[in-house]
Nanobody, 123 residues
Framework: QAQLVESGGGLVQPGGSLRLSCAAS????????MGWYRQAPGKERELVAT???????NYADSVKGRFTISKDDAKNTMYLQMNSLKPEDTAVYYC?????????????????WGQGTQVTVSS
């Protein structure tokens, strides 16, 4: 299995910055892609940004130019630098990984989710 643990959420004023981290652990052979999603109260979970193993990134239009996704392969950790935060960025942020794990001498590919971290942007 793989476990994903997010950290770095909190309360910040509009215009401020936060940096989220997502650490992956477990019997991981390879991570093909990772991503950040968010879910605001009463809304569907939406894609924020993704990064694939080669380093290519993709962003939702609403965060382009303000958020930056990155990863440290040696640490199996992904980051989301969030700048110029707005009240509409308030949500629970989840990390996600498309990973290959080993179990009983076999490999399995699956999608894993973290437990989420709350980001609140308010004055």
């Amino acid at each position: 299995q793989a476990q994903l643990v997010e950290s770095g959420g909190g309360l910040v004023q509009p215009g401020g910055s936060l940096r989220l981290s997502c650490a992956a652990s477990g019997s991981i052979l390879r991570i093909n892609a990772m991503g950040w999603y968010r879910q605001a109260p009463g809304k569907e979970r939406e894609l924020v940004a993704t990064i694939i193993s080669g380093g290519n990134t993709n962003y939702a239009d609403s965060v382009k130019g303000r958020f930056t996704i990155s990863k440290d392969d040696a640490k199996n950790t992904m980051y989301l630098q969030m700048n110029s935060l707005k009240p509409e960025d308030t949500a629970v942020y989840y990390c996600n990984a498309d990973a290959v794990i080993t179990r009983n001498f076999r490999s399995y590919r699956d999608i894993y989710w973290g437990q989420g971290t709350q980001v609140t942007v308010s004055s």
